[in-house]
């Protein structure tokens, strides 16, 4: 009975694998068709106009694709945590605290847009930042892959996510800068959300595949081997294809953005900061996820690193589903109304994970709500950030929700480990409803954008 219920699971997960390799082809067709759209407005531009977008939109593709592997949440998200639980013998708490360590740059990210908005790095606001950026995450990548030492590592994975976040600062304020003008904002984000997800596939098979042929100290330092090779390539890119006019002259972000917060506009970025830290802070289940499916379920390493692939499908999903129907249907708070209500039904869901067969629908789904939600958290954020200083402001309301939302990811793995004693179903009874309590803040939701003519 034991040989044939192992053959079965196996069965099963094979059934599974296939159904993400079909997936996969079926995004990477999305794809193609995403990047030969042209975003509203444009219709009656001049050739140049959109040859010019076409242009950038290629760059954020090509950036975002390098940030959904990059990232320390991505590609080398498996075999650190694989490497922490096998080799270390860590437990979901232990690993949480000591990655919170990575998410610190997540959260200081004003910083990064104050430098980027108002002191030019060899003449250019954006493009010599995103160039360095993304050339010293890759020096570090390589850094963390020859060190033997925990300590070591650590500090070299840090200045990587430093990179990181930095550069998403920056991309953000340039994605804003460049759509605001024709309306076009939501459909870039959604279009940096499909090269950002359609990279995390590849990362999660990747680092699934490393964790389950690889020791754990092996299938580390691949990862961070092959995660420093896009970063390379896109700091050339960001020198070669973004266009930026030369700059003088060092400026005051912080003083813009007071004074046209003056202007009335401070409620409603206070509104959307609110919602967004209440809609990060719900329990995070991520590392208790990780620890349910590999000593609770029995999951294979590689099985898991399929399942995060399709999380990533359900995102790409999510986000094609929101640029064509959401953002051109619904206003705001209508979107918010929906990102709740999906939210809250697909952590539920999670009571019934048990089987591989209901593990990809689970993971699917709610990489499906999650995306709707993120997308959603990025217009608001774009609605109520001051023109020419969009960086900043970005940033400040980024780092709110990345604040809160690492403090809700030890929360949860905290919860799990000393409150339910690994119990994974108190934990999704508790971040469900802290999602369902985010309803009560969505009047507050600003309808338009703040600062277009008119508003």
């Not at 954020?60 to 922490?84: D, S």
């Not at 990181?164 to 279009?191: D, K, N």
Request: aromatic share 12%; with cysteine.
């Amino acid at each position: 009975m034991t040989v044939l219920a192992g053959a079965g699971n196996e069965l099963a997960r094979s059934k599974v694998v296939d159904r993400a390799n079909s997936l996969i082809f079926i995004v990477l067709a999305d794809i193609a068709i995403v990047l030969t759209m042209t975003p509203t407005g444009q219709k009656n531009e001049t050739a140049n106009k959109v040859k010019s977008k076409n242009a950038f939109l290629a760059y954020i593709v090509v950036a975002y694709f390098t940030q959904g592997i990059a990232q320390h949440f991505c590609l080398i998200a498996q075999p650190l945590e694989f490497y922490m639980l096998k080799s270390l013998s860590m437990n979901a708490a232990q690993v949480a605290a000591l990655l919170s360590l990575l998410m610190v740059p997540f959260m200081i990210k004003p910083i990064f847009g104050i430098l980027s908005d108002a002191v030019p790095l060899g003449g250019y606001r954006r493009k010599s930042y995103l160039t360095l950026t993304y050339g010293l995450s890759g020096l570090f990548y390589l850094a963390a892959a020859a060190t033997h030492s925990l300590n070591f590592l650590m500090v070299a994975l840090f200045f990587t996510a430093l990179g990181m976040a930095a550069g998403t600062v920056i991309l953000c304020g340039l994605t804003l800068e460049v759509g605001r003008p024709s309306g076009a904002t939501r459909q870039f984000q959604a279009i940096q959300a499909v090269g950002y997800y359609c990279a995390n596939i590849i990362s999660f098979l990747l680092g699934g595949h490393l964790c389950g042929h690889f020791a754990p100290e092996k299938a580390l330092t691949s990862a961070a081997i092959i995660a420093s090779v896009p970063c390379f390539l896109t700091a050339g890119a960001s020198w070669l294809m973004v266009k930026e006019d030369r700059v003088s002259g060092i400026r005051s972000p912080l003083a813009a953005v007071k004074n046209q917060l003056g202007k009335g506009h401070t409620r409603g970025l206070l509104y959307v900061c609110l919602f967004m830290c209440c809609w990060s802070f719900s329990p995070g289940f991520g590392t208790p996820l990780y620890f349910h499916q590999t000593k609770d379920l029995g999951f294979s390493q590689v099985f898991i690193g399929q399942l995060g692939a399709l999380f990533s499908v359900g995102m790409i999903a999510g986000s094609l589903f929101y640029r064509n129907f959401l953002d051109k249907k619904l206003k705001p708070r209508a979107q918010a109304k929906v990102a709740v209500i999906v939210g809250a039904a697909s952590t539920f869901g999670y009571l019934l994970l048990g089987s591989p067969a209901s593990a990809i629908a689970l993971e699917t789904v709610r990489g499906f709500a999650e995306m709707i939600a993120i997308l959603l958290v990025y217009g608001l954020a774009a609605d109520v950030s001051p023109k020419d200083f969009e960086s900043t402001s970005i940033a400040m309301l980024i780092a709110a929700y990345n604040i809160a939302e690492q403090i809700s990811i030890n929360l949860g793995a905290s919860l799990y480990t000393y409150v339910f004693k690994d119990g994974f179903a108190q934990l999704i009874i508790v971040s469900a409803v802290a999602t369902l309590a985010c309803w009560f803040l969505i009047p507050l939701l600003p309808q338009t954008d703040q600062y277009v003519e008119g508003n």
